[in-house]
T-cell receptor
Framework: NAGVTQTPKFQVLKTGQSMTLQCAQDMNHEYMSWYRQDPGMGLRLIHYSVGAGITDQGEVPNGYNVSRSTTEDFPLRLLSAAPSQTSVYFC????????????FGQGTRLTVV | KQEVTQIPAALSVPEGENLVLNCSFTDSAIYNLQWFRQDPGKGLTSLLLIQSSQREQTSGRLNASLDKSSGRSTLYIAASQPGDSATYLCAVDTGRRALTFGSGTRLQVQP
């Protein structure tokens, strides 16, 4: 099992550029979520999804869009990158019942200049 | 709004020492609590998950306890080793299908 796969691992963007961070899981998990991690602030929830076609906002959604067309994939789109979006981004997935453990990808380190 | 606090923020101990990491949360209506380990530049690795009906979980040298009524969890690490050096994060599930995290405790075990 690959688990949760994020691409790319590193990215540098110029202010105003857009990009998509990819996240895929092969565990057939219904629940997926995106977090950002900044120094001294822990992980903060950006968006989450409880199944294909269903998404909702988390704590810090501004500047980000998501969609969930399949169970496996949950891409995060930065519409117009800003320096404040420099961070490490993590995608996670878990099942809604049974094994409740959350699994995380290795992260995408994004720098906006 | 659920808030999760971890104390201490950083901890340095000599090898072999037993240690306790603390996690507190403001809303006791949680479904479960999960402890993670994060190595520098890496993702999060799940260590233990305690469901709301449980009091503790054990895995090897790790033991996590949960007291929902007081909003507290502890992670006990026995006989610490240099390989235990990492940041430890706790996270609570309050039923929003995503987790609320503490800021973590950065642990350094000196050989």
């Amino acid at each position: 099992n690959a688990g949760v796969t994020q691409t790319p691992k590193f990215q540098v963007l110029k202010t105003g550029q857009s990009m998509t961070l990819q996240c895929a899981q092969d565990m057939n998990h219904e629940y997926m979520s995106w977090y950002r991690q900044d120094p001294g602030m822990g992980l903060r929830l950006i968006h989450y999804s409880v199944g294909a076609g269903i998404t909702d906002q988390g704590e810090v959604p501004n500047g980000y869009n998501v969609s969930r067309s399949t169970t496996e994939d949950f891409p995060l789109r930065l519409l117009s990158a800003a320096p404040s979006q420099t961070s490490v981004y993590f995608c996670a997935s878990r099942a809604p019942r049974g094994q409740l453990e959350a699994f995380f990808g290795q992260g995408t380190r994004l720098t906006v200049v | 709004k659920q808030e999760v606090t971890q104390i201490p923020a950083a901890l340095s101990v000599p090898e072999g020492e037993n240690l306790v990491l603390n996690c507190s949360f403001t809303d006791s209506a949680i479904y479960n609590l999960q402890w993670f380990r994060q190595d520098p530049g890496k993702g999060l690795t799940s260590l233990l998950l305690i469901q709301s009906s449980q009091r503790e979980q054990t895995s090897g040298r790790l033991n996590a306890s949960l007291d929902k009524s007081s909003g507290r969890s502890t992670l006990y690490i026995a006989a610490s080793q240099p390989g235990d050096s990492a940041t430890y994060l706790c996270a609570v599930d309050t039923g929003r299908r995503a987790l609320t995290f503490g800021s973590g405790t950065r642990l350094q075990v000196q050989p």
